[in-house]
C-alpha cells in the first residue's frame, strides 16, 4: 500500500514537474541551452507627410499574421497623435490621430520580432472567389489564358506556376501583352494575377513583406503571390514563377489595399529600416511569456536581482549533489562522513575549483587531525576541544593563504571559501572513528567522502544543468520524485554484490 | 569477483537497503528505539522481564561525577565503562583489573595500563556526548565485567566473545558468535575486525567464521578452528533472545548475550540495526528465514515456544567443503 503512495507521489511530482518544462520549452520557448542567442528584428516604418490645414488620421496597415516570425514587441513614436491598433478589412492597423499638426510631419511604428520556425499561420480557408467583372477587350483575353492555362496544368498549385511561366514569358502571348500593358509596378503586376485567378476560381491575393538581411536604411516592400489550393495557403514568386518565400520574409500585409492612408496630409512617404539585434533566448521567452500573461514568466527566477540570481544558481544545484549522494550511499553503497557533508564540500570545490579544492581539504583535514590528536592528549572536554578544533582550523586556513600568496599561487586564497564548520566536523568525526574502528575505516570513510563530494561537484557545475535547473526550476520536483523513488530502492547496493559474493559462490 | 543481484536474490541474502525499508521501518518503530539505544533502559526493561544482565555498578550522568567514578568501582577490580547511547561498541571500555602496584592505575583488556585520570577523561568523553548516537548528552554506565565461559577461550584473543541472535517478529532468525581479535581490539564488533562464526540454529554449534566479509576456519590469532564449538545453555540463549522481543516490542532486534562461567548466559545489549554480515557468518541467506518466520507466525507463541520451532525449522546445512 505505501509503496504505491510512494511511486503515486513520484509519478505525481515528475508529471507536475515536467509539464511546467515541457510547456515553458515548448510554448514559451525558454532555452534548453544557455548563451542561445536570437536574431531579433527591429523594422520601423516611418511615415512622412506634409499636414493640411485640418485634423489628420493616419491608417498604416501593420503585420497580422507573420509565418516564420514571433512578434516581441511593437510601439510607435508621434509626437502629441493618438495612437491606437485597430482590426480591419485588410488585417491590423495603426491609427494615428491628431487635431492639428503644423508643417511636416513624421510618425514611426516600430515592431520587433524574432525568428520562430513554429509560428505558423493560422489564416482562414478563403470562400472561392466570385467571378470579376472585366471590361472588353481584357475579359475575352482572361477567358482565353484560363482555357490555356487549364489545359496545361492539374491543380491549384501547377495551374498557378503555369500561368505565372506565360505572364512572364519574354516573348508573351498578345493577350498576356494586353493585361500586363497596365501593371507597370510589381505591386501591379500581381494584382493582375489575382485577377486572372479569380477568374479561375482561385482564392489568391498579394502578400507585400519586406527581407530582412542585417541592417537596411531603405527597406522596399516586395509584392509576392498567395493561392489557396484548397488546404493551405501556398507562396509563389510572382517573378520565376517558383513556389516559395524568401528566407526571413516578413509579411506586412496582404491585399491589394494601400499601405497607408492619410487623411488631411499630402505628399505622403513611407519608409522602412530594418535593425538586427541578438538578444538572448531567455529575455525573448521572458517577454513573450508576459505578454501572454503567462505566470510561468512571474515566477521566473530571471525577475530576482542579479545579486539573489546569483545565489540561487548556486542554490538550485544543492538537490543535484544531493541526487548524486542518495545514488552513492544508497545504490552503490560508498560510506561517507555525516549525511550532507559531501554535498556541502563540494559547494566549497565551486568556488576553489576541483584540483585545488581537493589538495587544500586534505591539507587542512590532514593538518587538522595531527592538531587534534595533540588537542586529545590534553584531555579537553567535547564542547571546547571542538571549539579548539575550530580555531586551530580558521588560523590554518589563514596561514595556507598567506603562504600561498607569498608564493605567488592566488588559488590558495580561495580556501577561505571552505566552509570551516565542516571541515571541523570532519576533522572530529575522522578522529574519533579513527581511535575507535582504526585508521583504515578513517581514512575510507574520508576517501568516501571525497569520492561523494567530487562526484557531486561534477554534476553540480555541468554549465548545461545549471540552466536547465535555472532556467526549469520545476525541474527539481523530478529530482525530488526520483530521490522519493530512490527511498524505497530495496534491491542490493552496488558494493554489496561483492561483500556478499561468499554467499552467492555456495 | 562479484556476484550479481540475480544471485544474491536466489540466495536469499538480505541488503541494508531492503533491511532498512522493509523491516527497520516497519517493524521498529521511531518511538521505540530509546528503549534498545539507552542501555539503562534495556537493562530495567530486561531486569523487569525477569531476564539475567550484568550488574550495574552506577551510572555518571554529569562531567563533575567523571572523577568519582573510582568510589563506584570500589569494591570491583574489573568493570566494563559503555556509554548509555553508544553504537557499534564504541566507547566501551573493559577494565580487567588493577595495577598491583597503585590502586588508581587500571589494566586494560589489552593489558595496557591506564591512569585514573584517563578513565575519568574517558567518561567525561562519554557523557559530553561524543559516543552517542545523536552526538547528544550521554550517561555513563559502570557495570559487572562477564568473566567469560572458557568454551570460546581458544577462541578469542582477549575481550567478551558474546553471541548475537537476530530476532525476527520474536522468532530467533540466525546467530553468530562474534570472537574478539588482535584487530578488533577485544571488542567483538565485526566492522572494528572481530570474527563472527555463524551457528547451526538446531544444535547450537559454531560453523565457520567471517572475517572483514571473507569466510575463514581458524581464528586469525590463535589458531584454532572457529567450528565445531557447542554452545552452551543453547535452549536459554535461543528463549532469552525471543523473549527480547516482548521486552522491546522491536519486530526486527539483534540480541547481544554474553555466557558468563558463573552467572551463565547474561543480556549485554539489544540492537534495533542489527549488521548483515551475520549472513556470511552463516553462508546463509536471511531473507529465506524471514519469508519462513512469516509463513509459521503465530501471534500466540510464547518465547519458548518461539525457540523451539527456530531450533526445528533453522538447522545449518552442513558444508562439508568449508570444513576440509
Known amino acids: ?506 | 569477483m562479484i556476484a550479481t543481484a540475480q544471485q544474491l536474490r536466489e540466495a536469499g541474502v538480505l541488503g541494508l537497503n531492503e533491511r532498512n525499508t522493509d523491516f527497520i521501518m516497519r517493524l521498529n518503530p521511531r518511538r521505540l528505539y530509546p528503549r534498545v539505544d539507552d542501555k539503562v533502559l534495556t537493562k530495567e526493561l530486561a531486569l523487569d522481564a525477569g531476564m539475567a544482565v550484568p550488574e550495574l555498578y552506577g551510572i555518571v550522568s554529569n562531567q563533575g561525577e567523571a572523577g568519582d567514578f573510582g568510589t563506584i568501582v570500589a569494591d570491583h577490580d574489573s568493570f566494563v565503562i559503555k556509554p548509555a547511547q553508544g553504537s557499534g561498541g564504541d566507547g566501551i571500555l573493559v577494565v580487567t583489573g588493577r595495577s598491583q602496584r597503585k590502586r588508581n592505575a587500571f589494566r586494560l583488556s589489552n593489558g595496557v595500563l591506564i591512569s585514573a585520570a584517563e578513565i575519568a577523561h574517558h567518561i567525561s568523553n562519554i557523557v559530553g556526548g561524543q559516543y552517542s548516537l545523536s552526538g547528544n548528552r550521554d550517561k555513563a554506565l559502570i557495570e559487572y565485567c562477564v568473566r567469560f565461559d572458557p568454551v570460546f577461550a581458544e577462541v578469542s584473543y582477549q575481550g567478551v566473545p558474546d553471541i548475537r541472535v537476530i530476532v525476527y517478529r520474536g522468532y530467533p532468525a540466525m546467530a553468530m558468535v562474534r570472537l574478539p581479535t588482535r584487530a578488533s581490539d577485544g571488542k567483538a564488533n565485526l566492522h572494528q575486525g572481530a570474527v563472527g562464526a555463524g551457528v547451526d540454529m538446531s544444535s547450537g554449534e559454531t560453523l565457520t567464521g567471517v572475517l572483514d566479509n571473507d569466510v575463514v576456519d581458524e581464528h586469525p590469532d590463535t589458531g584454532a578452528l572457529v567450528a565445531g564449538l557447542l554452545i552452551p545453555q543453547w535452549d536459554f540463549i535461543l528463549q532469552s533472545a525471543a523473549r527480547g522481543y516482548e521486552v522491546t516490542d522491536l519486530g526486527y532486534l539483534g540480541v547481544d548475550m554474553v555466557i558468563d562461567r558463573d552467572l551463565g548466559p547474561l543480556i549485554l545489549e539489544m540492537n534495533a540495526r542489527p549488521g548483515l554480515n551475520i549472513q556470511i557468518a552463516n553462508c546463509t541467506g536471511l531473507a529465506t528465514r524471514i519469508a519462513r518466520i512469516d509463513e509459521i507466525y503465530s501471534p500466540d507463541a510464547d518465547p519458548v515456544e518461539r525457540a523451539h520451532v527456530a531450533r526445528r525449522e533453522f538447522p545449518a546445512e552442513r558444508q562439508t567443503s568449508i570444513h576440509f
Not at chain 1, 521572458?286 to 514568466?297: C, L, N, P, V
Not at chain 1, 554535498?343 to 595531527?370: H, M, Y
Open chain 1, 1 to 506: 500500500m505505501k509503496q504505491q503512495y510512494v511511486f503515486g507521489l513520484a509519478a505525481f511530482l515528475a508529471i507536475v514537474g515536467l509539464s511546467i518544462f515541457g510547456y515553458k520549452w515548448q510554448v514559451l520557448g525558454f532555452p534548453l541551452s544557455k548563451n542561445q542567442e536570437t536574431s531579433v528584428w527591429t523594422v520601423e516604418s516611418s511615415i512622412s507627410f506634409d499636414s493640411g490645414p485640418g485634423s489628420i488620421k493616419v491608417n498604416l496597415l501593420i503585420p497580422t499574421l507573420t509565418p516564420g516570425f514571433r512578434m516581441l514587441n511593437e510601439n510607435s513614436v508621434s509626437r502629441g497623435y493618438g495612437f491606437s491598433l485597430n482590426y480591419g478589412s485588410g488585417g491590423r492597423e495603426a491609427q494615428w490621430a491628431i487635431r492639428r499638426a503644423d508643417g511636416p510631419q513624421t510618425i514611426y511604428y516600430r515592431i520587433s520580432i524574432f525568428e520562430d520556425a513554429r509560428t505558423d499561420q493560422s489564416d482562414t480557408t478563403p470562400p472561392f472567389p466570385p467571378p470579376p467583372v472585366i471590361n472588353e477587350p481584357f475579359q475575352t483575353a482572361v477567358d482565353v489564358i484560363v482555357a490555356d492555362v487549364k489545359e496545361q496544368s492539374a491543380d491549384t498549385a501547377s495551374f498557378t506556376a503555369e500561368l505565372l511561366h506565360q505572364m512572364n514569358d519574354p516573348s508573351p502571348d498578345p493577350n498576356v501583352e494586353l493585361l500586363l500593358s497596365n501593371a507597370t509596378t510589381r505591386a501591379e503586376f500581381v494584382d493582375s494575377l489575382t485577377t486572372i485567378l479569380a477568374s479561375a476560381r482561385i482564392p489568391a491575393r498579394a502578400v507585400h513583406g519586406i527581407e530582412l538581411q542585417g541592417r537596411q536604411r531603405n527597406a522596399e516592400p516586395v509584392a509576392w503571390l498567395e493561392v489557396h489550393d484548397g488546404d493551405r495557403w501556398r507562396y509563389f514568386n510572382p517573378m520565376t514563377g517558383e513556389e516559395n518565400l524568401p528566407d526571413r520574409f516578413l509579411i506586412w500585409w496582404r491585399g491589394n489595399e494601400p499601405l497607408i492612408n492619410v487623411e488631411g496630409g499630402s505628399n505622403v512617404q513611407v519608409g522602412f529600416a530594418v535593425q538586427e539585434n541578438h538578444l538572448d533566448a531567455v529575455a525573448i521567452a521572458e517577454t513573450h511569456a508576459a505578454q501572454q500573461g503567462a505566470s510561468a514568466a512571474d515566477f521566473s527566477l530571471y525577475s530576482l536581482p542579479i545579486q539573489t540570481q546569483a545565489v540561487y544558481s548556486v542554490l538550485l544545484m544543492i538537490p543535484i549533489g544531493a541526487l548524486v549522494m542518495v545514488v552513492l550511499r544508497n545504490m552503490v553503497g560508498i560510506d561517507a562522513f555525516g549525511t550532507f557533508m559531501p554535498v556541502l564540500i563540494a559547494l566549497a570545490f565551486r568556488e576553489t575549483k576541483l584540483f585545488w579544492g581537493v589538495v587544500l581539504f586534505s591539507i587542512l583535514v590532514a593538518l587538522g587531525l595531527s592538531i587534534r590528536f595533540l588537542l586529545e592528549r590534553l584531555r579537553l572536554l567535547l564542547v571546547p576541544r571542538l571549539s579548539a578544533v575550530l580555531i586551530v582550523v580558521v588560523i590554518l586556513m589563514l596561514l595556507i593563504s598567506l603562504m600561498s600568496h607569498r608564493l605567488g599561487m592566488e588559488t590558495g586564497l580561495s580556501v577561505a571559501l571552505f566552509p570551516m564548520v565542516i571541515i571541523a566536523m570532519t576533522i572530529e568525526r575522522m578522529s574519533v572513528v579513527w581511535e575507535e574502528r582504526g585508521a583504515m575505516d578513517a581514512m575510507r570513510a574520508g576517501l568516501g567522502s571525497l569520492i561523494v563530494a567530487v562526484a557531486a561537484y561534477v554534476f553540480m557545475v555541468m554549465p548545461w544543468l545549471e540552466h536547465l535547473i535555472f532556467t526549469f526550476p520545476e525541474l527539481l520536483l523530478v529530482v525530488l520524485a526520483l530521490v522519493v523513488l530512490a527511498g524505497r530502492y530495496t534491491g542490493y547496493r552496488l558494493l554489496e554484490l561483492s561483500r556478499f559474493k561468499a554467499l552467492a559462490e555456495r
